[in-house]
């Protein structure tokens, strides 16, 4: 596609609640990074996928998230028993290759996600 | 580990004065740098990066930033402000052959009075 799309763009979920996040790169983007953005903070890494494989998934903060990606497409992450610290906002970004800045990353308008 | 501080939260200036947001960062090579742009409901957008080679970077929509390595500084500036630059900005690092693994600042939220 032309940009790098996510769905929902909003989720409210219950505490305990399992919930799916998707993300759909550019077209030929064969790297796609997770961020999560809570409230007044910075972006942080929660992991990246060159192609199908995940080299780099130190991010994650708990065993409750995962994520996976089907080739060089659609990647979802996967939040189980969310809590309220979960809450944030949840960017994807592409790019084509994992090469040092040589590459800039296309990022995702996000999936807002509220935990009540 | 590298790390990346906007000392500044909040930033207020009027339609038409200059702009300056500033970025410190904290790594003991020289990385790359990035400032990014992100307006309500959009994604982060790029408006300028440094690699190596001349240390005053031009973006889009008129910013420009400054690599000063012996201040760890990339400071983002814009000479005129207008109203749709009203946004956040977040300065970004990356270790050379980190690959595009970004280490984010908190952000600057500008605000642009008219």
């Known amino acids: 596609g032309a940009g790098v799309s996510q769905s929902p763009s909003n989720k409210v979920t219950e505490k305990g609640k399992d919930v799916e996040l998707r993300c759909d790169p550019i077209?030929?983007?064969?790297?796609l990074y997770w961020y999560r953005q809570r409230l007044g903070q910075g972006l942080e890494f929660l992991i990246y996928?060159?192609?199908?494989?995940?080299?780099?998934k130190s991010g994650l903060p708990s065993d409750r998230f995962s994520a996976e990606r089907t080739g060089e497409s659609v990647s979802t992450l996967t939040i189980q028993r969310t809590q309220q610290e979960d809450s944030a906002v949840y960017l994807c970004?592409?790019?084509?290759?994992?090469?040092?800045?040589?590459?800039?990353?296309?990022f995702g308008a996000g999936s807002r996600l509220t935990v009540l | 580990a590298q790390s990346v501080t906007q000392p500044d939260i909040h930033i207020t200036v009027s339609e038409g004065a200059s702009l300056e947001l500033r970025c410190n960062y904290s790594?003991?090579?020289?990385?790359?740098l990035f400032w990014y742009v992100q307006s309500p409901g959009q994604g982060l957008q790029l408006l300028l990066k440094?690699?190596?080679?001349?240390?005053l970077v031009q973006g889009i929509k008129g910013f420009e930033a400054e690599f000063k390595r012996s201040q760890s500084s990339f400071n983002l500036r814009k000479p005129s402000v207008h109203w749709s630059d009203a946004a956040e900005y977040f300065c970004?690092?990356?270790?050379?052959?980190?690959?595009?693994?970004?280490?984010f600042g908190t952000g600057t939220q500008l605000k642009v009075e008219l």
């Open positions: 970004a592409s790019s084509l290759e994992h090469v040092s800045g040589a590459n800039v990353l296309t």
């Open positions: 077209s030929g983007h064969t790297a």
């Open positions: 996928f060159q192609g199908n494989s995940a080299p780099d």
């Open positions: 790594y003991g090579a020289t990385p790359y």
């Open positions: 440094y690699f190596s080679g001349d240390t």
């Open positions: 970004a690092v990356v270790a050379a052959g980190g690959g595009n693994k970004l280490t």
